[in-house]
Nanobody
Framework: QVQLVESGGGLVQAGGSLKLSCAAS????????MGWFRQAPGKEREFVAA????????SYADSVKGRFTVSRDNAKNTVYLQMNSLKLEDTAVYYC?????????????WGQGTQVTVSS
């Protein structure tokens, strides 16, 4: 059974940093794209960042470019999201996703989410 478990969320002041982790179990995703999405209250889930298998490429939403960095450790079957210069509008539940393919799509596996709250 595949599981994605996020951790690292919490409350942070605007301008601060947080690092999210997503540990996968049940199968290896070394050759699959993995990504992060978020959903703010009253809004639809949106793409944040993703990384291809073996870290061969990354993609970011325009709203987080230059502030967030996605990375992975295939030995640990884990993907990370380093979030710097956090803004109030970054407040959301952040979800980890794994693709069945090595491209930015086909997100068939999802974690339960971790809350990130940015305060003023």
């Amino acid at each position: 059974q595949v599981q994605l478990v996020e951790s690292g969320g919490g409350l942070v002041q605007a301008g601060g940093s947080l690092k999210l982790s997503c540990a996968a179990s049940g199968r290896t995703f070394s050759w699959n794209a993995m990504g992060w999405f978020r959903q703010a209250p009253g809004k639809e889930r949106e793409f944040v960042a993703a990384i291809l298998g073996s870290g061969s490429g990354t993609s970011y939403a325009d709203s987080v470019k230059g502030r967030f960095t996605v990375s992975r450790d295939n030995a640990k079957n884990t993907v990370y999201l380093q979030m710097n210069s956090l803004k109030l509008e970054d407040t959301a539940v952040y979800y980890c996703a794994a693709s069945s393919y090595n491209y930015y799509g086909g997100w068939h596996y999802w974690g339960q989410g971790t809350q990130v709250t940015v305060s003023s």
